[in-house]
């Protein structure tokens, strides 16, 4: 028979990748935790674990357990709520595009925290292309992701692409060659200033790429190079350089599921997100949370 415990505990492992983190999540040692999952794997015959050397990372058994065992404990929480007649409870993982999560969730996980006090909140902040793979091993249940097509009919929300630079009219646009300052090439971001450039014949070159947002942010603010944020990211000291750029495309945010059939936990925050977020105005989002 399964140990809920051990269950609960193999995917949080899952989900940091690290036994390491994990066991100061979970509140035991390192090597009682990797006593758990070796007991884990005898308990289903397989090896669940392979060791990395910057962690830990799920073999094909360990996958497919994964997902039985999310499935099974948001059952299990459904259960205990509904026959103590508790307020929502529960363990929810939320992914989120790093410029997002400074723009949006301080305002947008407000109202869901006071409401739902019981439920353990989780966060992941990486790119989109970066949580698409962690939705499909479902290891976040929920991600907001970065459309290309603003008008995608599951876009929640639009927001545009901005040039920012330490001034409203930067010295650097003097330059022949233009430095940027841009996220890591795969993402829309990068594509977006790339192609904008090449399509207005501006020469330019990548001095900083990074997925990083407070490292793009940095070397904005230094001033040897212009980035590329959107709109409601842009911190107050940075300025929106809108003459001597081409224009930049808006894109759309949406909001996709590990599982279409989602525990309850995750499916009322995805409600709750998709209520919110569309009607959060710049008057909302305060200058200490952009």
């Not at 999540?25 to 005898?42: H, I, K, P």
């Not at 995608?152 to 630079?165: I, P, T, Y």
Request: charge should be negative; proline fraction near 6%.
């Amino acid at each position: 028979m399964l140990d809920l415990t051990l269950l609960k505990n193999f995917v949080i492992v899952a989900r940091a990748g690290s036994i390491s983190v994990a066991a100061m999540q979970v509140g035991r040692t390192q090597s009682a935790l990797s006593t758990q999952m070796q007991r884990l794997e005898e308990l289903v015959g397989h090896t669940l674990l392979q060791r990395t050397g910057s962690g830990v990372r799920l073999t094909t058994a360990g996958e497919k357990l994964l997902a039985h065992a999310s499935a099974l404990l948001a059952r299990h929480d459904e259960i205990l709520a509904d026959m103590s007649g508790e307020t929502l409870q529960g363990t929810v993982s939320l992914g989120c595009p790093e410029d997002y999560s400074i723009a949006f969730l301080p305002e947008l996980l407000r109202g869901f925290c006071a409401a739902h006090p019981k439920v353990e909140l989780r966060m992941v902040c990486a790119p989109t292309i970066e949580l698409r793979p962690l939705l499909q091993r479902r290891l976040i249940d929920i991600a907001l992701v970065s459309q290309s097509d603003p008008n995608h009919d599951d876009v929640l929300r639009r927001e545009s692409f901005v040039w920012v630079a330490d001034k409203p009219e930067p010295d650097l646009l003097a330059k022949d060659v233009l430095p940027l300052a841009l996220s890591a090439p795969a993402t829309l971001d990068h594509r977006a200033a790339c192609d904008a450039m090449e399509a207005a014949n501006r020469r330019y070159r990548v001095a900083f790429a990074s997925n990083s947002l407070a490292g793009l942010i940095a070397i904005a603010r230094s001033g040897h190079a212009i980035s590329v944020l959107t709109r409601t990211a842009v911190p107050p000291d940075l300025h929106i350089v809108e003459m001597g750029l081409p224009p930049l495309p808006t894109i759309g945010i949406a909001m996709e599921f590990a599982d279409p059939q989602t525990s309850s936990t995750a499916r009322v925050l995805g409600e709750h997100i998709r209520t919110v977020l569309p009607g959060l105005s710049n008057a909302d989002l305060s200058s200490d949370q952009r």
